[in-house]
């Protein structure tokens, strides 16, 4: 009797083992804010919803502790405990960098296998296929669509609205600055702030064509055409609109003086949501709208890929992974995470018969659903990135002029070539 037990707990133990090796485990990188309690929440029933539909399988979030632009994807990759599918904020600039560095597998071929390229805009696979030599190495989860913050409460009492020209929008910052409260708040010492605001401002000058032909080279930036918008910035601060001292602050403090209400507006996008929420702001009191321009039809936001899922050469999980992009791609999933109070942005393909959970969400999904121009920080080649940074932040605090900075980024641009 002793021996049959001991051959039984025997049998079990190696059942046991062999269990242990069947079972699957999907690292996924990501989100930045899972531990936020509305997008853990979010996240962990997408993470249910996941094991459900593939018994067997424990999907194990890995929180980010940085992004590509300051190497932490990079150094995930190379861990040997590292993630098997990654959720990080990209475009080109970004995703050049982990793909000359070859650590991130090329999915063109997914594209046509799995249906993916039916599952995001035309006009968005069209822009991916042309990034790389047609070869694509990411897949969109979000797009950006960065425009004007603004408080409805301020306004409605000081009787202003957002114009639909420039010139009609420069009356509003003398009279806004002329109440003693700062017009536009931006913190540059953060990039991606820099950025938001400039490439707000390249776009309302110059048009999407323009600044579309630039970034591919077809337009020296130091051209006429395109410095427009450098030279916007350098009169706004002349001006006093965009006070020199915010040279020194990044995006937190930028976004304090906005949320504390001692700055009329702020140029972000729908991600900002989660930037509110965390500092206690009242969405419901929140407006958006794209920055004015003379120039017909281009007073919309600017954007492009914000946030991308990417496999690393050497995940352990490759189809898994396939099968988690797959899974998020989904009607049901795209469906669940833009009506969820937890939803930060534009998903990659037109959704019917929702409702975004947010009065001010609903303003951008408005306002970008006739396409949005280009937010250069996500496309330009990553050895111009820091100059163009730098010219933004010396604009501001008026160390350098529009045209002096255009030329800095041109000659970049041009070693980039």
Known sequence: MLKFLAGGVAALAIFAGCSAVSAETLK???????????????WNGIKADFEKANPGVNVEFMPPTGT?????????IQSDVGPDVILTNSGIGRVSIVKNARQVMPLT???EKRGWKDAIYP???TELKSQFGGEIYEVPDGLDALGIWYHKDIFAKAGWKIPATWTEFETLLADIEAKGLQPIAIGPRTAGSAGHLFGNLLQSASGREAIG???????????PKISAGALRL???VEAGYIKKEMAGLDLDGAARLWFNKRAAMFVAGPWFTANARKAGYDLANAGYSPMPSDLPGEAIPTGGVGWSWLVPVNSKQPDLAMKWIDFMLSDAVMKKRAQASATTMIYPRALTGIEPPTPVLKEIFAAA????????SVYLPASALDTYFQVIQGLIAGQVTGEVGMKQVQAKMAEAK
């Open 68 to 76: 590509i632009s300051n190497g932490a994807v990079q150094s995930a």
């Open 213 to 223: 032909k630039a970034l591919r080279g077809e337009i020296a930036w130091d051209d």
């Open 123 to 125: 006009w968005l696979y």
């Open 109 to 111: 071929g997914q594209y």
């Open 369 to 376: 659903e006739g396409g949005v121009g280009y937010n250069p």
């Open 28 to 42: 996924m990188w990501g989100p930045e804010q899972i531990t936020e309690p509305l997008v853990a929440e979010l």
């Open 234 to 236: 350098q009169k706004l």
